[in-house]
């Protein structure tokens, strides 16, 4: 059974602080990681995607990846009250298999 | 900027009945997905679409589930005999190749009664 583990949180963070989100994955030949931000009663919400060992920014978001230690984190700078949501960290293994394996998502919320 | 779109947003439907949810993936995407998340629960798969064919199901998709691209465009899950427990958000998702980013659509949500 392929799992992506997640803390559920709560993670709260004050306005304009660092808020970090972390990940762990089961199958060592996963090939593609996605990190997707989700509103409560609303649908996923693509924010990142990472395929190799690294950091990959995209403005205030950082997708860091490790595949040796099957981990994937996201770092969110100069946090907003906005970024309040539940981040979900999915993961396909690649080959023709393409589904996403997702966690159970990390609740983020950032205070005023 | 394109997007999936799906029909309805939200199904009611007696225990037994037959459900057909629909989606229109992004035009020029080629593989299609569907996804159900249990409220509380995280998201899960349920089964992809390529090239006119199933290319993966997961166990949940029994043979109560069918898939269906009828058109150039639509893409639709039908339920045969629904049961209590699909009550549940069913999101639809597309992809330009099979492992670049999937993108979701706003999800119907199914309740059973």
């Known amino acids: 059974q392929k799992e992506v583990e997640q803390n559920s949180g709560p993670l709260s963070v004050p306005e304009g602080a660092i808020a970090s989100l972390n990940c762990t994955y089961s199958d060592r030949g996963s090939q593609s990681f996605f990190w997707y931000r989700q509103y409560s009663g609303k649908s996923p919400e693509l924010i990142m995607s990472i395929y190799s060992n690294g950091d990959k920014e995209d403005g205030r978001f950082t997708a ?21 949501a539940t981040y979900l960290c999915a993961v396909s293994s690649g080959g023709s298999n393409y589904k996403l394996t997702f966690g159970k998502g990390t609740l983020l919320t950032v205070n005023p | 900027e394109p997007e999936v779109t799906q029909t309805p947003s939200h199904q009611v439907t007696q225990m037994g009945q037959e459900v057909i949810l629909r989606c229109v993936p992004i035009s020029n995407h080629l593989y299609f997905y569907w996804y159900r998340q249990i409220l509380g629960q995280k998201v899960e798969f349920l089964v992809s679409f390529y090239n006119n064919e199933i290319s993966e199901k997961s166990e949940i998709f029994d043979d109560q589930f069918s898939v269906e691209r009828p058109d150039g465009s639509n893409f639709t899950l039908k339920i045969r005999s629904t049961k209590l427990e699909d009550s549940a958000m069913y999101f639809c998702a597309s992809s330009a190749g099979g492992n670049q980013p999937q993108h979701f659509g706003d999800g119907t949500r199914l309740s059973i009664l």
């Not at chain 1, 040796?68 to 700078?77: D, E, K, M, N």
């Open chain 1, 64 to 84: 860091q990846l490790n595949k040796a230690s099957q981990y994937v984190s996201l770092l969110i700078r100069d946090s907003q009250p906005s970024d309040s």
